[in-house]
């Protein structure tokens, strides 16, 4: 874990020296560009773009919980908040969905103060409970309030257009979500070479020692919470049209577990993780369908057993360093290990012409 | 004044049971800091199983229903905690070392085993099912309110059961271990501490106390549903938290604490809100005493 942390603060930029990884991260949007050219089915394309937007959430979740450590397991309610948002500002004021973004974003950045600011300085254990807490409050308002439609929810909400192009089927939505998820991996590993990410790395693999080296801890946790909050509001934000009605069910503690396991499958503080295990947990009770109801128990089962085969997730964070160093050192540092203390050059210059 | 009563009554007897489960919940943290988020359904998986083997030996037994209950009582708490020692040994043990999320993440996944296994099997299912045994009616009034001595009994088992626990953890040579483990578990094992015969006997406990609620859970409310681990574990865990989790006697407080407020906050605010008033009341406590109320290691990092 320490390792990570000091080769992660030794290179300026993940982007800029692993080149490898931004070849894989290209080569994967290219790929996930043309899989609706590939199938026409509706059934899969639906699919694909709700396993879009858990991944979107587990980038965003993959901030609280992976980066800075904070357990966290009411997270659909940014989720819940970004698109009861744009669903009462579109339906009752006919604001256009875009427009509805920056409060959304707004209200979950409130909310995350609101919760974070008494909250982050307990023990994580309580800050689970209360996020847990924050999570079944903010479900139990959108199901007993009149003006967010009750147990029914919002529905006939309006086309989501973006300049002029008009997005309502599966394949539009699963394009508006590839674009959101590129920018969200984009800005997670912006942000994990940042002042601010090693910051939370720091408070994350020592709090204490974060502390003493002067790192404000609730200051940056609190900054990891809302960070994580806007992202999940944008996510609801856009999910709000695709599903064109939305009610509390989708919101509940099972949505935040659900994220949470895409964090913890696919490897904690793993950008390439939180993808992986987002589609894992989207795609598999998918693939077990045809088992109806035994499907969630094989899932669970499985969760069962990833987690005791690779406790660190399936691609923990650092699994690319191993081929990314390997090729970085066949390429560029072919040079042979220097000695510590460099010895003097006339020493050096004279070495060979000595004993004539 | 008489309505406030009654609330608060009946929120001892919700808190009751609350605390049962929470005592299981706050022992197994207090020595694998982990929040097992399957002991909710351990208690779900004792109330099917005692409903099973009720509905088996209950009918036809009129005058002996009550011994029969008790028997029956015993047995599955004998079971629950079996099924508890189980799941650390299979599942628990195996990931000692594995970082606490992937230790909670297994719990959850163990979580939904249980519950969609009890779905799947035919006899039990997603339909709420009426306990073979209810609780009779008679009891005492005070004032206009009315109790019955079931309520009561529940009440006194569960004081009798935690007090039980409280003893053994702080009495005995295995109460020793088990604060010893809990302190510091490598420091314990070097002095020749079984650390894994004490944490399967905190499983034990746990998975024991569970299914002595969930036998008077059937009794009382009279209908058992395959969901009704997780709200139970839920508040279970909040109330493990509102006490101190790691700390007994803070979980029966909790517990009791958290009945109340569930109790007075429906009756002020209808009962779809209960959730919501729980909620605030433990944020608003966690602020004011971020420990819990008898939390003592306070600043230690856990």
Redesign the interface.
Known sequence: MSQNLVAAQGRRSVLRTKWPQRTALFVLVVLAALVPHMTGNQYYLSVAYQAEVLICLAIGLNIV?GYCGL?DLGFAAFFAIGAYTTGLLSVDRHWTILATIPPGIAIAVICAVI?GL??L??????L???T???G??IQ??A??LNQTGGATGIYGIPILTVGGIVIQTAQSFYYVFLILLVVFVFISFRLRNSRIGRAWLCIRED??AAQAMGIKIHRYKLYAYMGGAVMGSVTGALYAPALTAISPPSFG?NES?LI??AV??GG?GSVWGAILGGAIVVILPEAFRQFS??R??I??????II??TR???LFPEGAFKGTATRLRERFNDRAPPRPLVAPPEAAVRDAPSEGP | MELFLNELANGLFVGAFFALVAVGYSMVYGILRLINFAHGDFFMVAAFVSYTILGAVAVGHVHMVWFTVIWVGLLVMLLTGLLAVLANRLIYHPMRRAALLSLMIAALGLSQVLENGVLNIPSWGSAFLTYPVTSPANGFNVGQSHFTWFQLIIVVISGLLSLGVYLLVSRTLLGKAMRAVSEDRIAAALMGINVDLVIAVVFFIGGALAGAAAVMTGVYYGQINYLMGWTVGLEAFTAAVLGGIGNIGGAVLGGVVLGIAQSVGTGWFGAEWALVVTFVVLVLLLWLRPTGILGERVARRM
């Open positions: 919980v357990l919760i008494p909250t300085r307990l023990r994580s254990d309580y689970a409970v209360v847990l807490g924050f079944l409050i139990s308002i199901t007993n709090e204490d503690f577990l949470l396991m913890a499958i904690m109801q035994a969630l128990l899932f669970g089962a499985m969760l069962i987690m005791m406790p660190r997730g």
